[in-house]
C-alpha cells in the first residue's frame, strides 16, 4: 500500500490543557502560535496538492502538534467542516490527527462520527504512571487503555472503523529501558495500527529545558537512544505493527543548535535504527560461521544499500575491526528480502 499523502497543518499547542515538560511545539512544527483560520486550509491543501505524485495513496489532511479533540467545539468543527468541504470536492480523501488519551471521550467521538475522519493519533508517550506525572503530562495509564477500548469500538461516517496511531517516547523523566520496554509491550497489547517512536530531546522553552540546564534531567545519549528504539522497533514489526516514524522529523528549525538544547537529536535517527538492525543481522550470520575470511560480499535488496552501509560506512568499519575483514562489497540483489542480507566469500 502506497503512504497516504499528507497535508499537515500545524496547530502548536492548540487545545492543550496545560504544557507537558518536554513540550515546545512551536520550533518542532516550525508553525506561530496563532490559530489556523479555516479558511486558510484550502490555501494550504492548494501548496501541498502542487507536489503530489501520480502514485501517492490516499490524500489526509492532518492536524498536528496540538490536542486536536481538546479544542473548542466551535474552533473544531469549523476545521472540521473546512477540511470535510475539501473530501466532498473530492481533492482529499479524509482528516486525521493527534490527540491526548485523556480527550477520547463519547461526545468527542458523537462529534467527528459527523466527518470524515479516518486516522486518530493519541500521544501514549508513556504508559507508566510514574514517567507520565514526572512528565507533567496530566492522565494515567490507565486512562490510554481507556481510549484505546473505545476508539477500537468506535466508527467514522461510513460505518468503518478508525485507524489508530500510538506515540511512544523514550528517555522522558523517570524513564530507563525497562519501562520503555514495558510501555511498548503494554502499547502493542492495544493493537494500534502503527506506531511513531519519539527520543526525548530538550527542546528550548520546554520545562525540561529548564530541569536540563538546572542538572534535574540529563537525556538520554544518542548511542543509547538509537539501540533502544531498534528493541522497540523489532517488538512493534514481531507483532505487525506499523512503525511509521523514529525520530523527529527534521527542519530547519531542529537543525539550529539553539532549539534542540541536548538529547538524543539526529535528522537521519530512524535510518541509523535500520543501520543497527541490519549490522546485527550481518554479525548473527558471520558468528555462525566462526570461519575467518578476508573478503567477503553483502548482498541487500537495492533499497536497503545504504541501511547495511550504515551512517558514513559506519557499519563496515565495525564489521572489518571487530571481524579481521580486510575487503567488504555490498552488493544490491533484488532478489533479496527488504529487510535481509545474505552473505557470501567470494
Ligand atoms: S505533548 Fe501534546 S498535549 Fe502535551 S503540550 Fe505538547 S501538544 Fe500539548
Not at 32 to 48: V, Y
Not at 156 to 181: I, R
Request: with cysteine; hydrophobic share 40%.
Amino acid at each position: 500500500m502506497p503512504k497516504p499523502f499528507i497535508i499537515p497543518v500545524f496547530i502548536p499547542n492548540a487545545g492543550c490543557p496545560h504544557h507537558c515538560a518536554f513540550c515546545n511545539q512551536r520550533p518542532i512544527t516550525g508553525a506561530d502560535d496563532r490559530l489556523i483560520s479555516p479558511e486558510k486550509i484550502e490555501l494550504i491543501a492548494d501548496h501541498f496538492l502542487d507536489f503530489k505524485k501520480e502514485n501517492r495513496g490516499t490524500v489526509q489532511i492532518a492536524f498536528y502538534g496540538g490536542n486536536f479533540l481538546g479544542l473548542k467545539t466551535d474552533y473544531m468543527l469549523s476545521l472540521l467542516d473546512a477540511s470535510s468541504k475539501l473530501v466532498k470536492k473530492g481533492r482529499v480523501d479524509s482528516i486525521r490527527f493527534s490527540t491526548r488519551p485523556d480527550t477520547i471521550v463519547k461526545e468527542n467521538l458523537e462529534i467527528i462520527s459527523r466527518f470524515p475522519v479516518s486516522t486518530i493519533e493519541i500521544g501514549v508517550q508513556s504508559m507508566d504512571n510514574e514517567v507520565l506525572q514526572k512528565s507533567e503530562r496530566g492522565h494515567t495509564c490507565q486512562e490510554t487503555e481507556h481510549a484505546f477500548v473505545m476508539l477500537k469500538k468506535a466508527k467514522d461516517a461510513n460505518n468503518t472503523k478508525y485507524q489508530t496511531g500510538a506515540q511512544l517516547m523514550v528517555g522522558l523523566p523517570g524513564d530507563d529501558e525497562s519501562k520503555c520496554l514495558a510501555s511498548c509491550r503494554s502499547i502493542a497489547k492495544m493493537q494500534p495500527d502503527f506506531v511513531r517512536i519519539y527520543p526525548t530531546v530538550v527542546i528550548d522553552g520546554s520545562l525540561l529545558a529548564k530541569w536540563y540546564k538546572s542538572g534535574e534531567y540529563s537525556p538520554m545519549p544518542l548511542e543509547k537512544a538509537v539501540t533502544l528504539v531498534k528493541k522497540i522497533y523489532l517488538i512493534f514489526t514481531k507483532r505487525k505493527i506499523k512503525v511509521i516514524r523514529m525520530g523527529l522529523q527534521a527542519s530547519s528549525d531542529l537543525e539550529k543548535g539553539s532549539t534542540v538544547l541536548a538529547g538524543p537529536y539526529h535528522p537521519a535517527f530512524g535510518h541509523m535504527v535500520f543501520s543497527e538492525i541490519f549490522l546485527d543481522k550481518a554479525e548473527k550470520i558471520l558468528n555462525m560461521g566462526n570461519i575467518h575470511h578476508d573478503d567477503i560480499l553483502i548482498k541487500v535488496h537495492p533499497a536497503s544499500i545504504s541501511k547495511m552501509r550504515g551512517l558514513k560506512n559506519k557499519n563496515i568499519v565495525i564489521l572489518k575491526e571487530k571481524y579481521k575483514i580486510k575487503n567488504i562489497r555490498i552488493v544490491s540483489d533484488p532478489g533479496i528480502g527488504i529487510d535481509d542480507c545474505a552473505i557470501t566469500f567470494p
